[in-house]
């Protein structure tokens, strides 16, 4: 390589966003050696070749890898290296749940915190419940709000929710002791959902709020600890519900039979035929096959569109052997929740594939 295609190490520093002493540092760590070192005055050269690695050095070193796994990742293999990425983001996931649930703990403990007896609810239960409602979750950035469990303690019930935006579930629990306090705040999703393994295997859980955070108080186990989320107020789901239009389309079908039936599904989008006593399930790409389900239906006749990943945890959570869809057209949300129990509801949204126009003219038919 000629000379003049060489680096001073200050202009190899501006192109791999490095600085000249990390360089140095690599360099001496024989991470990335210079291309050329001046004998007479020491001056480091690089050359434009390794930019990428100084770059890929880089952006390691800024999720936090160690040097040893560095080394190793940059002489690796792609799918090797993609392992070796994959366990650290891992690994350094865990370890940040793990600091703030201890951060958590000694925070609660700190003398002269106060804390609020809001609830008392049967563990499992509330278990159950966290994982139902959590399935309505999403992490985006910026909206931690998403991904939280909105907790409401009134004296007659304890309603958890959760919504994306694009699904909602909510579910009403009767707890134990009538509650003293009417409460509410968002808390954080992935803790509570950490938290749960230990929730369901304690009788009964008291849960406690702190200016920061809920305490859940297990029997003979060590106390939970969740965060709250208070950047951003949670979504007026009640003005959701409340806003919902009456069901066109009533149908009620074995859950058992449903989730098999979109289990064997090829395809990521299902579309639900309702006919008079029978539900189809079809998939894009072929408006004629599926499994056709005995189902009680009132109403009018419908085909509505949904993501599988939207339809099938919906289906999953509901309480009971049979679900009950309120179906109020193709681009209306639609209730999912059980035929015998109320105290779970999940919202769900169709989708309207653009190349579908004949479902559209049915529809609007």
Known sequence: MPNSELMPIGVFARRSGLTSSALRFYADSGLLPAAVVDPVTGYRYYSP??????????????????????????AAESDEASRLLDEHVTRTVEEAKAAQRTAAVIESSLAGVPSLPIAVLRGPVLADAVEQVLTATVRETGMPVLAALFLEVSQEAVTLTATDRYRLATRTLAPVEPPLHTWAAAVDGDELR?????????????????????????????DQHCRLIADEAFPDYRLVLASLGEATT??????????????????????????????????????????????????????????LTTLYPAVS?????????????????????????????????????????????????
């Open 49 to 74: 070749a390794q930019v990428p690695r100084a770059t890929q050095l880089r952006r390691l070193r800024e999720i936090a890898m160690p040097l040893t796994t560095v080394e190793t990742l940059l």
């Open 194 to 222: 950490t938290a749960s393994a230990a929730i369901r295997r304690s009788g009964t859980v008291r849960i406690e709020a702190t200016a920061r955070g809920i305490r859940l108080r297990l029997a003979d186990r060590e």
């Open 250 to 307: 009533r149908v009620r079908v074995s859950k058992a039979l449903l989730l098999r039936s979109l289990e064997e599904l090829p395809g990521e989008r299902v579309a639900l035929r309702v006919t008079d006593g029978a539900v189809t399930h079809l998939w894009a790409g072929d408006g004629h096959s599926g499994t056709r389900l005995p189902a009680a239906v009132t109403g009018l006749a419908f085909r509505i569109w949904f993501e």
């Open 317 to 365: 959570t509901a309480i009971g052997p049979d679900v009950l869809l309120d179906l109020r057209g193709y681009d209306q949300p639609v209730t999912v929740r059980s035929a015998d129990r109320g105290d779970l509801t999940t919202l769900i949204m169709p989708i309207r594939p653009d190349h579908l126009e004949q479902d559209d003219k049915e529809n609007s038919a």
